[in-house]
């Protein structure tokens, strides 16, 4: 099928790829050229797991094609899948301007029947603005086109995208009108083979099962920090809690980790933009409220920690900083907690040595001028002259290191695991002194 996805950000090209690669012949658009630039020449501008392999395949094959040509684009393929940025605007909506520029460029240019699909998150009736949109620049050409909308939410997650993509475990299609249907079920057929697993639900339903499902994640996890603290409290351990209710199939194991908070580009923004869309529609999410105010809360409980060791002045102390992306397999580094740790250790005084398997480049650009940060090149590198350890992402690389040299290297014997690497016993038994979240 003919397909094109305007937006090469990490929803757009993930799609854009992992589609070319079931034969179909994609389009991707970007209003940047510098992207465009990049994808041409053979790279692809994030870090992905897979990503990169499948784009040059496909790239080859010549299913695959970046422009940044809106009209020819558009041309292209029957299916217009719209992926583009919706930041929030200062009240926390989110700010639709990209996502209505692309609909009117298709309604501005289109000549036949188009499936118009909003792949990005969008607040729930952004499915009609978009018709609008499209069928008022229809008007303004005078002519009359055929042409549908449909929802079609992602549930990536950075680090796991590709395989996310490929082996879904549900794809959402919010449309009403039969063509749309059939042809996004013949889209996505390769991707759920084994068993349908498409839902095909009206447009409002499917834009706010995005939000539910990432406010109810967003939840589960602002929930098992809040325990987190109250079980450094009582005594209790918060890991052998969580094993113990994610259990009840009720329950589940899954995101049920307490750590220093949630970070990235979905859970944060879309908290604030569901709380707003409820707000504005009479209906406030008092539940949703809190799970925002614990997160930030959360994001300074390393610094808590560090302060209640150390003091509220830090200088002439040195810190190693393990992890700086918002997760691990990602060099994504927005609303990372690894962030609010830095500059409130540094504010203080504190020098810190971070380092980061792939985000040391994007965290020089979105850190830039933090006093008393540098970078180290090994996780062993930033553990030279430092007086303990700060771990704020769970790489995998981190997970045994050699406890022994990690000792010898801090000259306070001291780690404070934001991500509950180790074992507590474990590390007190080697003569660490550990501080991890929601642990005895
Ligand atoms: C998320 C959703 O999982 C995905 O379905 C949606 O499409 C986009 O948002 P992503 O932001 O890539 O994906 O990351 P995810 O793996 O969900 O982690 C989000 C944040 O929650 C990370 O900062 C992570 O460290 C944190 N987290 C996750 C916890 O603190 N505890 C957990 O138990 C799980």
Known sequence: MKVTVIGTGYVGLVTGACLSEMGNHVVCLD?????????????????????????QRNVAGGRLEFTTDVEAAVAHGTIQFIAVGTPPDEDGSADLQYVLA?????GRTMTDFKV??????????TGDKVKAAVQDELDRRGIRLDFAVASNPEFLKEGAAVADFMRPDRVVVGADD???????????APFIRNHDRMMVMDLRSAEFTKYAANAMLATRISFMNELALVAEKLGADIELVRQGIGSDPR????????GCGYGGSCFPKDVKALIRTAADAGQPLQLLQAVEAVNDRQKLVLVDKVVARYGEQLTGKTFAVWGLAFKPNTDDMRDAPSRVVIAELARRGAKLQAYDPVAVPEAQRVLAGTPGLSYADSARAALEG????IIVTEWKEFRTPDFEALRESLADRTVFDGRNLYE???????????????RP
């Open 116 to 125: 118009i699909v909003d792949k990005s998150t969008v607040p729930v009736g």
């Open 251 to 258: 329950i589940g194991f899954h995101f049920l980790y307490a």
């Open 31 to 55: 209003v940047d050229p510098e992207k465009i630039r990049i994808l041409k020449e053979g790279g692809i501008p994030i870090h992905e797991p897979g990503l990169l392999e499948i784009v």
């Open 386 to 389: 430092a007086d303990a350890l």
């Open 178 to 188: 039969e063509r749309a249907i059939l042809l996004m079920k013949a889209l996505y």
């Open 424 to 438: 507590p016993k474990l590390m007190r038994s080697l003569g660490i002194e550990y501080h991890g979240i929601g």
């Open 102 to 106: 692309a609909a009117r460029n298709i």
